[in-house]
């Protein structure tokens, strides 16, 4: 059964600490991607990555940092320079033809206090 | 700077009726819409898609409608169902034949369907 797997589901940090979100997909997709969610917000980009060992900067990268070794995979380090680090974080990948939609893993709710 | 403008936070309808969810661009550069169905807590689904080569797309009882000279899509939902209660968002992306492919997102319209 394909499909994109974050996890944990929920997961709870100190200010100050770094902490890594699991992405992994087997749908054979080249592309992944970071969202984050707040309320009100909507959908912001983080970072993206179109091939293995490469990836580019989205909209709000500051103080988060990703790596993508494996297509499968692409995890995301929430570091202690993010200023606002809690919030709804998204996975999403796709093929890398013209226009394919993303298709999203279920989230990770990151809360530090 | 938005470029994807969702202006209805939410939007109530009575089952059975339509619901109608519009959004607004500004970049007139955009050349692929779409939408996205999202439940509390889990990430969003692909509803439907609408390239700017086209003005009406359809997929049972989802429709979507571009105006690019108003910079405008709406989706239409008919009939409405209690199950369509969720959050909304409109997507948009350049031109990019697959290198550099990223959506731009509403801030989303949240959408509940009375019983």
């Known amino acids: 059964d394909g499909g994109i797997t974050q996890s944990p589901k929920y997961l709870f940090r100190k200010e100050g600490q770094n902490v890594t979100l699991s992405c992994e997909q087997n749908?054979?997709?080249?592309?992944m991607y970071w969202y984050r969610q707040d309320p009100g917000q909507g959908l912001r980009l983080i970072y993206y990555?179109?091939?293995?060992?490469?990836?580019q900067k989205g909209d709000i990268a500051e103080g988060y940092s990703v790596s993508r070794e494996k297509k499968e995979s692409f995890p995301l380090t929430v570091t202690s320079a993010q200023k606002n680090p809690t919030a709804f974080y998204l996975c999403?990948?796709?093929?890398?033809?013209?226009?394919?939609?993303?298709?999203f893993g279920n989230g990770t709710r990151l809360t530090v206090t | 700077d938005q470029q994807v403008k969702q202006n209805s936070p939410s939007l109530s309808v009575q089952e059975g009726r339509i619901s109608i969810l519009n959004c607004d661009y500004t970049n007139s550069m955009f050349d692929y819409f779409l939408w996205y169905k999202k439940y509390p807590a889990e990430g969003p689904t692909f509803l439907i898609s609408i390239s700017s080569i086209k003005d009406k797309n359809e997929d049972g009882r989802f429709t979507v409608f571009l105006n690019k000279s108003a910079k405008h899509l709406s989706l239409h939902i008919v009939p409405s169902q209690p199950g369509d209660s969720a959050v909304y968002f409109c997507?948009?992306?350049?031109?990019?034949?697959?290198?550099?492919?990223?959506?731009?997102f509403g801030k989303g319209t949240l959408l509940t369907v009375n019983p």
């Open positions: 999403a990948s796709h093929l890398s033809s013209y226009n394919s939609p993303l298709h």
């Open positions: 990555s179109q091939i293995v060992n490469d990836f």
């Open positions: 997507a948009a992306s350049l031109p990019s034949g697959g290198s550099n492919y990223k959506l731009t």
């Open positions: 749908l054979n997709h080249d592309a």
